[in-house]
Structures are given as C-alpha cells and as structure tokens.
Nanobody, 124 residues
C-alpha cells in the first residue's frame, strides 16, 4: 500500500520562503513521477510542479516558474518543493501525488496516490 505524507506548510509573510516535503512508503519515488498540486478555497485543484521518475525531468506551472523548485532525494525517498518569493495568491492546501509510471503529467486524474495535504498561508 502506497502512502504519501506531506509536511512543511505554515503561515509566512509575502516574499518569504517555505520548503514542503513529501515522504513515501510502499513506493520508491525514484522510479515514478511525482507531482505537487494545490487547491485554494473555492477553486479547483491545480498543477504546480512535477518531477519524472528516473530522469528527474522537472516541469512547472507558469505561475510558479522561477520561484518554486521541485527536487527529489532518493536517499531518503522524499520529494521537496522549495517555495521562494511567496505571494498571497500562493495560499492553498498543497498536495503531493504519485503516478504509477515514470512519466510526469499535469493532469490530476493521471495520479494514483495522494497525500492528505499541507496548508500554506501567505499573508500580505
């Protein structure tokens, strides 16, 4: 059974940084694509970033490109999302998701396993 657990969320001021982490059990992140998604109040869940299995190719949403960095730590079987220059519009619950293939996708429906989410709140 695959389980994903996110951590690292919190309340920060505009311009500050946060680092989210996603730990997996029952699956090695290095072999599968991992994505970060977010859902703001009253909005649909949206793609943020992904890292492909094996190759480690990364993809970002335009809204976070240049500010967020997704990375994978194969020694600890974890995936991180470094978020810099945070803005109030980044406020959302952030979810980690794992796909049962090494190829990443921007579509929520392509991911098979999801974490419970971690709240990120950016105050102005």
């Amino acid at each position: 059974q695959v389980q994903l657990v996110e951590s690292g969320g919190g309340l920060v001021q505009t311009g500050n940084s946060l680092r989210l982490s996603c730990a997996a059990s029952g699956r090695w992140f290095s072999n599968y694509a991992t994505g970060w998604f977010r859902q703001a109040p009253g909005k649909e869940r949206e793609f943020v970033a992904s890292v492909s299995g094996i190759s480690g190719i990364t993809v970002y949403a335009d809204s976070v490109k240049g500010r967020f960095t997704i990375s994978r730590d194969d020694t600890k079987n974890s995936v991180h999302l470094q978020m810099n220059s945070l803005k109030p519009e980044d406020t959302a619950v952030y979810y980690c998701a794992s796909r049962s293939t090494r190829f990443a996708s921007l579509r929520l429906s392509d991911y098979d396993y999801w974490g419970q989410g971690t709240q990120v709140t950016v105050s102005s």
